[in-house]
């Protein structure tokens, strides 16, 4: 088991597996099963500390010979991946080492680094929400999704969402590896899901369309943000803005990027989100207050959109 430490390199991302790991292999050894679990190592160029953003400096090994058969490689990220990126040393041992390695793991932005060496070129992956556009801009070959915690995309290639998603990825690797109930044992001990609901958008932040350049489709959509719950059928929001039906609906997905229905539902979306986490009403009064009708609507809404119910989601972010 082999870990990439680089300078700048996202400390959790790097830490979160190893801890999962080597708990796997105490929790193994506990069994009597000693000759079981994973020698971990944390690599870096030239063996140097590997320095994480916030300073801390983590005790590493040179990269081994890339010839030699590699279990698992570890590829976290950071906001020095940039630079690793241009490193072509690096980035060369990774195609060679790449080759004799059973598993690839990228967490977080290391999927960039995984993507610069060719190794998830035509693979669906992940990485933090915030840099998946980017990810698939600067790799089309790549088929991004934003959305899970992490994809096994084959049994070489798992990629995982932002920070902490590396843990969630390391205890299905452990799974795979060991079996459920070693994982839900290591995962007991670090107080986890063994397998966390929901996917990556609930913890995103709320994404808001751009504004429309022509004044009466800025006007409709000033309109439902300020009343989520209101009368926003097509023919009325088309009334709003003094066009037939069909003309408004074809301007507004041309100026706003979705349909006029999309954009009711994900602003509905957004409202009922604020209110689980800043009110303790009822998630049938929520439901009624944003325009769903009833929490029913609602929790198909949220399932389909963030991957949870409101219920969920409420326990998992509620400030009051």
Not at 108 to 117: I, K, N
Not at 285 to 311: H, K, M, W, Y
Request: charged content about 25%; some cysteine; overall charge negative.
């Amino acid at each position: 088991m082999v870990i990439l430490g680089y300078p700048g390199v996202q400390a959790l991302d790097l830490v979160g597996p190893f801890e999962v790991f080597t708990g796997a292999t105490m929790a193994l050894a506990g069994e009597g099963r000693s000759d079981d679990g994973y020698r971990v190592r944390i690599v870096t160029r030239n063996g140097e500390p590997a320095t994480t953003g916030t300073g801390l400096a983590l005790v590493a090994d040179p990269l081994p010979d890339p010839r030699v058969e590699i279990d698992t490689l570890v590829l976290p990220g950071g906001w020095g991946v940039t630079d690793v990126r241009r490193d072509a040393a690096t980035v060369g041992w990774l195609r060679i080492a790449a080759e004799r390695t059973r598993r690839v793991v990228s967490v977080c932005t290391g999927a960039f680094l995984a993507a610069e060496a060719g190794l998830i070129d035509g693979c669906a992956a992940t990485t933090h929400w915030a840099f998946a556009e980017q990810l698939g801009r600067e790799f089309p070959m790549v088929a991004v999704d934003p959305e899970p915690i992490f994809v096994r995309s084959s049994d070489k290639v798992w990629t995982a969402a932002g920070v902490t998603a590396g843990i969630d990825l390391a205890l299905a690797l452990v799974e795979d590896d060991y079996g459920a109930d070693v994982a839900q044992t290591v995962a007991r001990w670090l107080v986890m899901y063994l397998r966390r609901p929901g996917g990556q958008t609930q913890f995103a932040a709320p994404v808001w369309m751009p504004r429309a350049k022509r004044a009466p489709i800025r006007e409709v959509q000033e309109a439902i943000e300020a009343d989520p719950g209101g009368p926003h059928s097509i023919p009325e929001l088309a009334r709003r803005a003094a066009m037939s039906p069909r003309h408004f609906t074809r301007v507004f997905t041309e100026e706003v990027g979705e349909a006029p229905g999309a954009y009711v539902e994900r602003i509905r979306t957004e409202a009922a989100r604020r209110q689980l986490e800043e009110t303790d009403d009822t998630v049938t009064v929520i439901a009624q207050r944003c325009g769903f009708g009833s929490a029913e609507t609602l929790r198909r809404n949220f399932v389909r959109r963030l991957g949870i119910s409101p219920d969920q989601y409420r326990k998992t972010f509620a400030k009051v």
